[in-house]
């Protein structure tokens, strides 16, 4: 009794409401006009309905929209792995599609030769300070020895220096080591084409009389009986004459792009000299 006392403004209140919900729902399905009585009823308590309505209407748009929201970050998880593999198979795609292209234009400058090749893949690279060379996946169990030259559809790349029964060291034509008896392929003029431990190389011993401009190819001549005579070795791009030197200074930018060396012909060659140097 003492708490409806307490709150007994509150419990009129409520009682009130309920007074009034029950007279409105009386004069429903009677199809007559409200009594003054129920038009009072209607104007209390029809804002209350519209508020309880409104929220029951806004929770269930609330959960509603969860669900759907989790579906949609599910499915978009489910899209992205979908993306994630596809853009991965794309990969192994577009790799396989340039592999067979580079492996298409080693077959290509094979066939367009007498010379026996046997391809090898780069497996490993020695490329310190003084000393540029890379191992291939090939040795004396494929017929390699010391001294055969290795090549590629854009040119020249080195020579095999070092063999064991599976694998095979080749030096650069960019090592410091490196020698190759050249020809400037328009003119005919002889030269040493030498490396410079970078990306680059030195055509060396050029007399002052040839005839060479920046742009000529330099290929091999022939001599010293490890690489076949008209490889390409590279471009003239810079000619230095210097009137107290015998020779001219040529600089010479490699026709293979070492950076991008993953596939090698070696050529097997018949006229082999074992320990035969490549100026001979």
Same mark, same amino acid.
């Given at each position: 009794m003492t708490i409806f006392l307490e709150h007994r403004a509150k419990w009129i209140s409520y009682l009130f409401i309920l007074l009034s919900l029950i007279l409105l729902s009386l004069s429903i399905g009677k199809g007559r006009e409200w009594n003054p009585a129920e038009k009072l009823a209607i /104007?209390?308590?029809?804002?209350?309905? !519209?508020?309880?309505?409104?929220?029951?209407?806004?929770?269930?748009?609330?959960? !509603?929209?969860?669900? &759907?929201?989790? /579906?949609?970050r599910q499915e978009n998880l489910r899209l992205n792995k979908k993306i994630d593999l596809l853009e991965i198979e794309n990969s192994r795609y577009q790799e396989l599609l340039l592999t067979n292209q580079r492996l298409q234009q080693l077959l290509k400058f094979q066939q367009n030769t007498e010379e026996t090749f046997l391809p090898a893949r780069v497996i490993g690279w020695d490329s310190s300070v003084l000393f540029k060379s890379i191992i291939i996946g090939r040795g004396e169990n494929d017929g390699l020895k010391i001294n055969m030259p290795v090549v590629n559809s854009k040119g020249v790349i080195g020579r095999t220096v070092s063999v064991s029964h599976n694998y095979t060291q080749v030096l650069l034509?960019?090592?410091?080591?490196?020698?190759?008896?050249?020809?400037?392929?328009?003119?005919?003029?002889?030269?040493?084409?030498?490396?410079?431990?970078?990306? /680059?190389?030195? &055509?060396?011993?050029?007399? !002052?009389?040839?005839?060479? /401009?920046?742009?000529?190819?330099?290929?091999?001549?022939?001599?010293?009986?490890?690489?076949? !005579?008209?490889?390409?070795l590279g471009t003239v791009k810079k000619i230095k004459d210097s009137p107290d030197k015998l020779f001219k200074d040529v600089m010479v930018a490699p026709a293979v792009d070492f950076s991008k060396l993953e596939e090698v012909l070696v050529i097997l060659r018949s006229g082999f000299v074992p320990g035969a140097s490549i100026d001979d």
């Amino acid at each position: 009794m003492t708490i409806f006392l307490e709150h007994r403004a509150k419990w009129i209140s409520y009682l009130f409401i309920l007074l009034s919900l029950i007279l409105l729902s009386l004069s429903i399905g009677k199809g007559r006009e409200w009594n003054p009585a129920e038009k009072l009823a209607i /104007e209390i308590t029809a804002p209350f309905q !519209k508020f309880f309505i409104g929220t029951i209407s806004t929770a269930k748009d609330i959960w !509603k929209n969860y669900f &759907f929201l989790v /579906e949609t970050r599910q499915e978009n998880l489910r899209l992205n792995k979908k993306i994630d593999l596809l853009e991965i198979e794309n990969s192994r795609y577009q790799e396989l599609l340039l592999t067979n292209q580079r492996l298409q234009q080693l077959l290509k400058f094979q066939q367009n030769t007498e010379e026996t090749f046997l391809p090898a893949r780069v497996i490993g690279w020695d490329s310190s300070v003084l000393f540029k060379s890379i191992i291939i996946g090939r040795g004396e169990n494929d017929g390699l020895k010391i001294n055969m030259p290795v090549v590629n559809s854009k040119g020249v790349i080195g020579r095999t220096v070092s063999v064991s029964h599976n694998y095979t060291q080749v030096l650069l034509i960019t090592d410091q080591n490196s020698a190759v008896d050249g020809l400037v392929q328009r003119s005919r003029c002889r030269g040493m084409l030498k490396g410079r431990g970078l990306s /680059e190389c030195s &055509f060396d011993y050029v007399i !002052k009389a040839c005839d060479i /401009e920046t742009g000529d190819a330099i290929v091999t001549s022939g001599l010293g009986r490890t690489f076949p !005579k008209g490889l390409y070795l590279g471009t003239v791009k810079k000619i230095k004459d210097s009137p107290d030197k015998l020779f001219k200074d040529v600089m010479v930018a490699p026709a293979v792009d070492f950076s991008k060396l993953e596939e090698v012909l070696v050529i097997l060659r018949s006229g082999f000299v074992p320990g035969a140097s490549i100026d001979d």
